[in-house]
């Protein structure tokens, strides 16, 4: 048995891939991933043999490197973002029989990569919402949804918009709007990439257009603001700490 590292290759940059998800790619002898992932890392790959496939290939890509790594090669199975996040983490391991040699190394997530240029929108609660129905049923996004609101959560979306499914973002904001308002959203499209492009949005002034699958979308809460055309979500810290120093100086609050 050889090693299968499954290697989040985070957002875009190497400069933002972990000295252990490097490293992994750079010991192994085999690299396998989405043919788009693949390009992003060529500066590591350095004359390695590499498997790629296109979009909806999957279960093929897991099962090539789960078959290599049996016969004692060094695979670097790679995945965009996160491996265990919308991803292949969960595949490799409903695919495999032995553990032992397998490897999860974490990236960095899309929706973290975004908070970090849109300033610090992610400081609460968050969930994360996948439109994609290829795999969960849509009328259990629309429950996701439900309790999205109920639960005032800054919520990073995936996987917005394709050709087939023009109407999901839509329906997904316009259901924020009505239970909580004309949230801020921010949007980045190529996250982290060469042809990376940042807007902030109202709802209701929202362009659906300008949204592809390259596109990350966080949406705040009823806490959100924006200052300096940064999205903030506060924390509360300052509140506690003007109460705490009122409180100190024998003022009443």
């Given at each position: 048995?050889?090693?299968?590292?499954?290697?989040?290759?985070?957002?875009?940059?190497?400069?933002?891939?972990?000295e252990?998800?490097?490293?992994?790619?750079?010991?192994?002898?085999?690299?396998?991933?989405?043919?788009r992932?693949?390009e992003?890392?060529t500066?590591?790959?350095?004359?390695?043999?590499?498997?790629?496939?296109?979009?909806?290939?999957?279960?093929?890509?897991?099962?090539?490197?789960i078959?290599?790594?049996?016969?004692?090669?060094?695979?670097s199975l790679v995945?965009?973002?996160?491996?265990?996040?919308?991803?292949?983490?969960?595949?490799?391991?409903?695919m495999?029989?032995?553990?032992?040699?397998?490897?999860?190394?974490?990236?960095?997530?899309?929706?973290?990569a975004?908070?970090?240029?849109?300033?610090?929108?992610?400081?609460?609660?968050?969930?994360?919402?996948?439109?994609?129905?290829?795999?969960?049923?849509?009328?259990?996004?629309?429950?996701?949804?439900?309790?999205?609101?109920?639960?005032?959560?800054?919520?990073a979306?995936?996987?917005?918009?394709?050709?087939?499914?023009?109407?999901?973002?839509?329906?997904?904001?316009?259901?924020?709007?009505?239970?909580?308002?004309?949230?801020?959203?921010?949007?980045?499209?190529?996250?982290?990439r060469?042809?990376?492009?940042?807007?902030?949005?109202?709802?209701?002034?929202?362009e659906?257009?300008?949204?592809?699958?390259?596109?990350?979308?966080?949406?705040?809460?009823?806490?959100?603001?924006?200052?300096?055309?940064?999205?903030?979500?506060s924390r509360?810290?300052l509140d506690?700490?003007k109460?705490?120093?009122?409180?100190?100086?024998?003022?009443?609050?």
């Amino acid at each position: 048995m050889g090693k299968l590292f499954v290697v989040g290759i985070g957002p875009g940059g190497i400069d933002l891939i972990s000295e252990r998800g490097v490293l992994a790619i750079k010991k192994s002898n085999l690299i396998c991933g989405y043919k788009r992932y693949v390009e992003l890392i060529t500066d590591l790959i350095n004359g390695k043999e590499i498997f790629t496939n296109i979009m909806k290939g999957e279960m093929e890509r897991v099962k090539f490197a789960i078959n290599r790594a049996k016969r004692g090669d060094t695979v670097s199975l790679v995945c965009g973002g996160d491996a265990s996040l919308y991803s292949l983490a969960s595949l490799v391991f409903e695919m495999s029989d032995d553990f032992e040699n397998i490897e999860v190394i974490p990236g960095i997530t899309a929706a973290m990569a975004a908070s970090a240029k849109l300033g610090a929108p992610i400081c609460e609660d968050i969930v994360f919402l996948s439109l994609s129905d290829l795999l969960t049923p849509w009328k259990v996004i629309e429950r996701r949804v439900d309790a999205i609101n109920f639960g005032d959560f800054v919520t990073a979306i995936y996987n917005p918009r394709s050709k087939k499914r023009k109407d999901y973002l839509k329906f997904v904001l316009e259901k924020f709007y009505q239970e909580r308002g004309d949230l801020i959203c921010g949007v980045i499209r190529n996250c982290e990439r060469e042809d990376e492009e940042v807007k902030i949005w109202r709802i209701s002034e929202f362009e659906y257009d300008f949204v592809d699958m390259s596109t990350i979308i966080i949406v705040g809460n009823t806490k959100t603001y924006l200052k300096n055309d940064k999205m903030i979500t506060s924390r509360g810290y300052l509140d506690k700490y003007k109460k705490f120093n009122v409180q100190s100086s024998g003022f009443k609050v």
